[in-house]
């Protein structure tokens, strides 16, 4: 088999491995979207995956993401293209122009310069609030204890929040942070939830995840 078949393989195995946990969990088929992580990854190794028909893919970097996506979105203007990492508010009007969804909005600073530039563009992609549900020090995010005034502030802002975002600490069982999540998108209303990576994306979806963001087990090692 050519090593280009190989993200595919691994897409078809994890969309069935989706899709046994929405059964297992009593989920709707097809309630989990699945965002594939395609960061370090070139053009020529993420076309295959398009061409199977993955539309919906994930990207930390903002400069990396405007290298590569706007050639691919000609060839498939259905993209969605979701930013996943820490956002600095001096590609916040990059970040407007190119991503359908920016899943890291973490900071008033950042929740402000994204309002500016939304009114400025004339253009609202979806957005999520990232919470760091672990409290480490290391990790972006807002402390889930500040969660609902953050949220509301953003609302205030005129951001179209529509859910939140979270990364467990990697050497924890991730289902407690998965179920606080739910909890706190509950109870400000949100329907999104961007939960679960390559090693833990069963989890996420029996405790409610919307969406999982899914690297390596599709596109290999980086
Ligand atoms: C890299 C990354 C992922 C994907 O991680 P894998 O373990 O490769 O599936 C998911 N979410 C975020 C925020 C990431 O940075």
Known sequence: MSA???QVNNLMAVRSAIAAAELDGQRPQGAVT???VSKTHDADHIRPTLDAGQRVFGENR???AQGKWPALREAFPDIELHLIGPLQSNKAKEAVALFDVIETVDRPKI????AEEMAK???KPQCLVQINTGLEPQKAGIPPEDADLFITAC???GLPVVGLMC????DQNPAPHFALLREIARRNDLSVLSMGM???YQTAVALGATHVRVGTAIFGSR
Request: glycine share 4%.
């Open 62 to 64: 903002v400069q990396e």
């Open 121 to 123: 563009q004339d253009r």
């Open 198 to 200: 390559s090693g833990d």
């Open 111 to 114: 929740a402000q310069a994204l």
């Open 155 to 157: 609302k205030d802002l």
């Open 34 to 36: 699945l965002v594939a």
């Open 167 to 170: 990364i467990p600490p990697a």
């Open 4 to 6: 280009s078949c190989e």
